[in-house]
């Protein structure tokens, strides 16, 4: 095996407080693609920062082998002192400077060079800076979240180009199917440690699962061995000093070594505060249209949502995803056409921009509406401390402004904040960005449970599988159409019109009906059924009775005597629905046997 083109040895750091990483160890060989996994505040992007060589570390030693090259991926990107795009980009040529690199990377990425940064969306901030990192093809990619603020045609894309580049990739992302499609070993980073894993990120979580569960019982067997001698302390020690003093600083060293383990940390508590329940017509919304000058946003569209429905909508940056929005939740008003809301509708809207946070208000009083010191939630009450615990904030930061929390704790402030208010429809635009995988499983949990009916805006492929009933797809010139099922369902039905020519959506996880079954995603071990598969154990068999009753309504066409020399077109059409019927009731009935299997397992 050749060695390594770029190592982390012993690295040892700490920021006033308890150690970030104790002895980590990264190692990086050429060409392979790597994931960081690991919670908010674990030491991803530090870890990240410490390889790109901008950060030293209190002890160890960062190696690269000279003649290599690095190109780092910041989450904020800094635009001062630059003009336009293509100066920013060109700026991350040096020495070179090769203009027409810089050129071609922006054109790729859907910009021309001449924008002003002041002036960009997040959208346009994020390709300018994946252009600059990119452009001058180095030996080894360092992208912390590159998938942030990008639509699903361009991530498509940029998956394409990170699975066929000859460079060494690592990669820090919320986003499952990104990592899955493109890592090839995952390196977890838990507790001042770094652990690697020689498989993609489809088996990490299971693979971590073990592993935390293997610690617990050491964990325990190493209490009831202390239990033991304490036991045989306090009896009272007699017999050979020598071997009783030998038996004792073993004890010590029992009890020192349990005071120095950290537990995994502790997982976040969501409960959404439901309220009474609407109407069962939700929204109604007939032939609206909505242009801005010239522009038409929404062009003639049709939907009807009904209570419990979990929709999703998706389409690229500049689209109308947000006007759509406004439009479906009463906020704006359309062109033409009427949105009809339904009745006793309470509404929780979170957005992604944390707009409506204000950066002097403290957590505190965000979580409370400066009314107390106590907030209820699901209605029960609880003290505001207390309910910080639940997010992971610790009691010291209740008074800490909200300007001073990273992009991952503002997410969860929102998310903690929209679980006080009391719902039954949730709005939820770009939820993922900036959360860590153990809180979007259990934000999916917690919809999956919810009563009410879900809207959400993502560009996360994996979680709108997993959450979604139906797709609103933006088609173009203000067409959007609407698709039953998850995002792989959607694509299946459109022959996969979204995706970019380098892009495939490999081995998605969840598949629901009349969508492709993906054995080997099949094989690995679950914990638990989501929600779409639950709505597929139920939906299957009546699908499956439906087209039943077609296939005997085709027979019994197809026995029509001489049918075939009387109308050999309806002769056709009846064979043809027969073929059709028949290999979707074998397609449904194999998903079906493979969810109770599932289920089974877990139960």
């Keep these: 095996m050749p060695p390594p083109i770029l190592t982390l040895n012993n690295i040892d750091l700490t920021f006033g407080g308890p150690p ?35 950060m030293e570390p209190d002890k160890g030693v960062r190696f690269l082998q000279p003649g290599q090259t690095i190109s780092y991926l ?3 990107p800094d635009f001062s002192n630059f003009q336009t795009t293509l100066d920013y980009v060109v700026d991350g040529l040096a020495p070179t400077g090769d203009l027409r690199a810089g050129q071609r990377a922006l054109q790729r990425l859907g910009l021309s060079g001449e924008e002003e940064p002041r002036y960009l969306s997040g959208g346009e901030i994020r390709r300018a800076a994946l252009a600059r990192t990119l452009a001058p093809m180095p030996d080894i990619l360092l992208l912390d979240e590159p998938t942030n603020h990008l639509d699903l045609k361009v991530i498509e894309w940029l998956e394409g180009e990170l699975r066929e580049t000859s460079s060494a990739v690592v990669l820090i992302s919320h986003d499952r199917r990104f990592l899955e499609n493109i890592s090839k070993a995952t390196i977890w980073i838990d507790r001042g440690q770094c652990r690697r894993l020689e498989k993609s990120f489809g088996y990490f979580e299971t693979w971590r699962d073990q592993q ?43 009890r020192e ?13 969501m409960v959404a505060g439901e309220n009474r329940h609407s109407g069962k017509r939700v929204i109604e919304a007939n032939n609206i249209t909505k242009a801005f000058g010239e522009h038409v946003i929404v062009s003639d569209f049709s939907i009807q ?20 929005l406004s439009l479906l939740t009463g906020a704006d008003k359309p062109d033409k056409g009427i949105v009809t809301l339904g009745t006793n509708l309470d509404l929780v ?54 300007s001073a929390l990273s992009g991952g704790e503002r997410g969860r402030l929102m998310l903690a904040r929209a679980f006080t208010l009391a719902s039954n429809v949730l709005v939820l635009d770009e939820p993922t960005n900036d959360l860590d995988l153990e809180t979007l499983d259990l934000l999916q949990e917690l919809l999956a449970d919810y009563s009410g009916t879900v809207i959400i805006v993502s560009h996360d492929r994996d979680f709108l599988d997993r959450v979604v009933t139906s797709m609103i797809v933006a088609e173009g010139s203000g067409k959007w159409v609407n698709y039953a099922g998850g995002y792989s369902d959607m694509l299946t039905q459109r022959g996969n019109k ?16 009349g969508a492709k079954i993906d054995h080997e995603a099949a094989k690995r071990p679950k914990n638990k059924l989501s929600y779409k598969e639950k709505h597929a154990l139920e939906l299957l068999p009546v699908e499956i009775e439906k087209l039943q009753v077609d296939i ?52």
Excluded at 29 to 53: D, F, H, I, W, Y
Excluded at 257 to 269: C, D, G, L, P, V
Excluded at 305 to 312: H, M, S
């Design 20 to 54: 970030l990483f104790v002895g980590a160890e990264l190692s990086i060989l050429a060409g392979e693609k790597v994931c960081l996994a690991g919670r908010n505040g674990s030491g991803k992007s530090t870890l990240m920062r410490l390889a790109a060589g901008l």
């Design 74 to 76: 910041s989450q904020e």
């Design 212 to 254: 935390i569960e293997q610690e617990e019982t050491l964990r325990h067997k190493l209490d009831r061995k202390i239990v033991r001698e304490t036991r045989w302390l306090n009896r009272g020690v007699t017999a050979r000093r020598k071997r009783n003093m030998g038996r004792m600083r073993a004890l010590l060293k029992l």
């Design 257 to 269: 070594e349990r005071k120095n383990q950290r537990r995994s940390e502790e997982t976040i508590q």
């Design 305 to 324: 949502i009904q209570r419990g429905d979990r929709v999703g909508i998706v389409g690229p940056n500049g689209a109308g995803k947000t006007t759509i």
């Design 349 to 402: 809207f979170l957005d992604q921009k944390r707009d409506s946070l204000s950066g002097n208000t403290c957590l505190a009083d965000v979580l409370t509406g400066k009314s107390g010191d106590s907030v209820i939630v699901g209605g029960q009450q609880k003290h505001v401390i207390s309910y910080m615990k639940d997010f992971l904030f610790l009691p010291e930061q209740a008074r800490t402004p909200v």
């Design 498 to 513: 979204l995706k970019a020519p380098l892009a495939k959506v490999t081995r998605p996880k969840i598949q629901t009906v």
């Design 552 to 603: 005997a309504k085709h027979h019994v066409t197809l026995q029509e005597p001489d049918l075939f020399n009387r109308d050999p077109l309806r002769f056709e059409t009846a064979a043809k629905g027969l073929e059709v019927a028949k290999a979707r009731v074998a397609e449904m009935e194999e998903r079906w046997l493979e969810l109770e299997i599932q289920r089974d397992q877990i139960e």
